[in-house]
């Protein structure tokens, strides 16, 4: 007992001594996406005020493919010391849980949370085409025509998504997958698909210009970027709520006072104006939770999505 309780006190004090020297060399953040989508912007922000604030480099490396589970692994089996971090999406850390019989990861096992960057909601669009202007006019049309409406998805958090209304509305509808939410934003200007749930940064524009008709977004509020668009709930599914998220996170057994150097840090570039703004002009709202608080969503997330994807019979592999 007294080897044990003299290298847990070896440990900590390491973990101090790490903490108030952090950092002293680059730190790098992985990012599972290629550069130019939502993640990937969030990192290079955040990052940039790291930088700023820590005077060393903090750079980014896209390991992007397969849903995110090459970077995620990656990340997981990197050293525990804070100099490599994981920008992990909801869909590698809640999403593929439920979706794969075997990952090389696990979420909650691998991975020490950090803070939540920002979150989402989705946008439920539609061809404009399609007779339905709103979600109870899309939900007849879609039993009035049983199977004959197609949706896109470019992931698999787009994909349950659209599974969760499938199952809550009692509808059947047709998935057809896509590369990206680009693809499926395209897919359903040129009505190869009817609908989509889709991320606001590619749909927005399109919304407002007509080339697509908004019909609610996922979150309980409204979004600041499409006001007039209600949410699900007000539209008539008081059950349906989906809110993506990009989150930090270090690999276990990265010591308790490095996390919380990083945590600091980073809830203040967060809380910066020009961060909020940059963010909110995509769609994102900067969030900046503790550790536990984004451990506990995790946790929900996973179980919720795990029980989608079995209810709507949908794997991965």
């Keep these: 007992m007294g080897r044990v309780a003299v290298f847990l006190l070896g440990v900590l004090l390491w973990g101090f001594a790490n903490a108030q020297n952090f950092p002293s060399k680059p730190v790098k953040l992985i990012v599972g996406f290629p550069p130019g989508g939502g993640n990937d912007i969030i990192a290079r922000l955040v990052g940039a005020k790291l930088q700023e604030a820590w005077g060393q480099?903090?750079?980014?490396?896209?390991?992007?493919g397969a849903n995110a589970i090459i970077a995620t692994e990656l990340a997981a089996k990197s050293a525990p010391d804070g100099y490599t971090l994981l920008v992990g999406a909801s869909g590698a850390m809640t999403f593929n849980p439920g979706l794969y019989a075997k990952l090389p990861y696990d979420p909650q096992r691998d991975f020490a949370p950090v803070t939540m960057l920002g979150s989402f909601p989705l946008i439920l669009a539609v061809n404009p085409g399609l007779a339905a202007n709103s979600v109870k006019e899309l939900v007849a049309l879609a039993k009035g025509q049983s199977g004959q409406l197609n949706y896109a998805a470019?992931?698999?958090?787009?994909?349950?998504?659209?599974?969760?209304?499938?199952?809550?509305?009692?509808?059947?509808?047709?998935?057809?997958?896509?590369?990206?939410s680009a693809a499926m934003v395209n897919a359903a200007m040129a009505n190869e698909v009817q609908l989509i749930f889709v991320d606001s940064g590619p749909a927005v524009p399109q919304v407002r210009a007509g080339r697509l008709r908004a019909l609610a977004v996922t979150s309980r509020t409204?979004?600041?970027?499409?006001?007039?668009?209600?949410?699900?709930?007000?539209?008539?599914?008081?059950?349906?709520?989906?809110?993506?998220?990009?989150?930090?996170?270090?690999?276990?057994?990265?010591?308790?006072?490095?996390?919380?150097a990083i945590h600091s840090q980073v809830v203040k570039s967060l809380q910066l104006p020009e961060v909020r703004e940059r963010l909110a002009g995509i769609g994102v709202d900067a969030v900046g939770n503790t550790p536990e608080q984004l451990g506990a969503i995790m946790k929900a997330d996973i179980?919720?999505?795990?029980?989608?994807?079995k209810s709507a019979g949908v794997k991965a592999d």
Excluded at 154 to 180: C, D, M, W
Excluded at 303 to 309: E, F, I, L, R, S
């Design 57 to 64: 480099p903090v750079l980014v490396e896209n390991k992007p």
């Design 154 to 180: 470019g992931s698999t958090p787009f994909q349950l998504a659209a599974e969760l209304f499938r199952l809550q509305a009692g509808v059947r509808i047709n998935h057809i997958p896509y590369k990206g």
């Design 222 to 260: 409204r979004a600041p970027a499409l006001p007039d668009v209600p949410t699900m709930a007000e539209a008539g599914m008081p059950d349906y709520e989906v809110v993506l998220w990009t989150s930090l996170f270090a690999p276990a057994g990265t010591p308790r006072p490095v996390i919380e």
């Design 303 to 309: 179980d919720k999505w795990t029980a989608v994807a």
